[in-house]
């Protein structure tokens, strides 16, 4: 069993004097991230804003020890813009799926050193359930070959038993969330669905459809909020090869101390793990 924690990415701003020394440069961040606050794993998410290179993650590995974990969102050009309504010049399915492919073309640095965990596909609002919406993740699915590959929902329509059983009859895994409980978000639900476990945290901001997006993620978990979860990671942990817990509750740092605390209450239990 493997247990990993860490970060929804790791370049921000606003953590320079919060996280980082005030005078540290972008390029330093994820080694100080690996080598100084000791994460071993980040979740790299600027892959969904643009299309990654191999050159890109190269250069990531060179930052980080040997046995450090990346796991990789999907890009936007897979799971959005296809089904974006508002996009007037709407991509089509073919461009999305030529653009998953030069996706995991990118991801061949990391596979070639075992330091890929896993693909992060999030689907938004506007994805709901269908059997052409199936049908379009088991396609990128096929894609992504041998690339382990979780799915994290955002339309509550997906709530469902009928979701947990399309995933795990497709060995796909899915994306446990813990966000504010507004109606028209998923409902925190750990479940495992394939040999990979995959935890997120949003953060609990119930301001979360009116803040500006910098803002939705304005939230620190107490300590009584993190134990709470500890019952239910030792379960999902209990279900999986791999489990991966990121917070992305970034607004100031706060992803950080919230992980770093989280570790510290999980560390007898990762330990026996390792």
């Given at each position: 069993?493997?247990?990993?924690?860490?970060?929804?990415?790791?370049?921000?701003?606003?953590?320079?004097?919060?996280?980082?020394?005030?005078?540290?440069?972008?390029?330093?961040?994820?080694?100080?991230?690996?080598?100084?606050?000791?994460?071993?794993?980040?979740?790299?998410?600027?892959?969904?804003?643009?299309?990654?290179?191999?050159?890109?993650?190269?250069?990531?590995?060179?930052?980080?020890?040997?046995?450090?974990?990346?796991?990789?969102?999907?890009?936007?050009?897979?799971?959005?813009?296809?089904?974006?309504?508002?996009?007037?010049?709407?991509?089509?399915?073919?461009?999305?799926?030529?653009?998953?492919?030069?996706?995991?073309?990118?991801?061949?640095?990391?596979?070639?050193?075992?330091?890929?965990?896993?693909?992060?596909?999030?689907?938004?609002?506007?994805?709901n359930?269908?059997?052409?919406?199936?049908?379009?993740?088991?396609?990128?699915?096929?894609?992504?070959?041998?690339?382990?590959?979780?799915?994290?929902?955002?339309?509550?329509?997906?709530?469902n038993?009928?979701?947990?059983?399309?995933?795990?009859?497709?060995?796909?895994?899915?994306?446990?969330?813990?966000?504010?409980?507004?109606?028209?978000?998923?409902?925190?639900?750990?479940e495992?669905?394939?040999?990979?476990?995959?935890l997120?945290?949003?953060?609990?901001?119930?301001?979360?459809?009116?803040?500006?997006?910098?803002?939705?993620?304005?939230?620190?978990?107490?300590?009584?909020?993190?134990?709470?979860?500890?019952p239910?990671?030792?379960?999902?942990?209990?279900?999986?090869?791999?489990?991966?817990?990121?917070?992305?509750?970034?607004?100031?740092?706060?992803?950080?101390?919230?992980?770093?605390?989280?570790?510290?209450?999980?560390?007898?239990?990762?330990?026996?793990?390792?």
């Amino acid at each position: 069993m493997s247990i990993r924690l860490g970060t929804s990415g790791f370049s921000f701003l606003d953590w320079k004097g919060s996280v980082y020394p005030k005078e540290i440069k972008t390029a330093d961040m994820l080694s100080y991230y690996a080598n100084e606050l000791k994460f071993n794993s980040v979740e790299v998410n600027f892959t969904y804003y643009a299309l990654p290179s191999e050159k890109s993650f190269i250069g990531m590995q060179k930052k980080v020890p040997k046995g450090f974990i990346f796991t990789v969102k999907g890009n936007r050009g897979t799971t959005h813009d296809p089904f974006d309504s508002r996009i007037i010049r709407k991509p089509s399915i073919m461009k999305a799926y030529e653009d998953t492919r030069k996706f995991a073309g990118a991801l061949k640095p990391l596979i070639s050193e075992n330091q890929l965990g896993c693909v992060l596909l999030q689907f938004p609002f506007f994805f709901n359930p269908s059997e052409e919406n199936k049908e379009y993740i088991l396609k990128c699915r096929d894609i992504l070959k041998d690339i382990p590959l979780v799915i994290e929902f955002r339309s509550v329509e997906w709530a469902n038993p009928d979701t947990l059983r399309f995933l795990s009859g497709n060995k796909l895994g899915y994306c446990a969330v813990d966000e504010p409980k507004l109606t028209r978000l998923m409902p925190y639900r750990p479940e495992v669905t394939s040999k990979t476990g995959y935890l997120r945290f949003h953060g609990r901001n119930n301001n979360w459809f009116n803040a500006p997006l910098e803002e939705r993620y304005n939230y620190l978990y107490s300590e009584e909020e993190l134990k709470s979860f500890i019952p239910d990671i030792k379960k999902m942990a209990g279900k999986c090869q791999d489990l991966y817990m990121f917070f992305n509750n970034c607004h100031m740092g706060f992803a950080v101390r919230n992980a770093d605390n989280l570790r510290r209450l999980l560390k007898d239990f990762m330990d026996e793990a390792a």
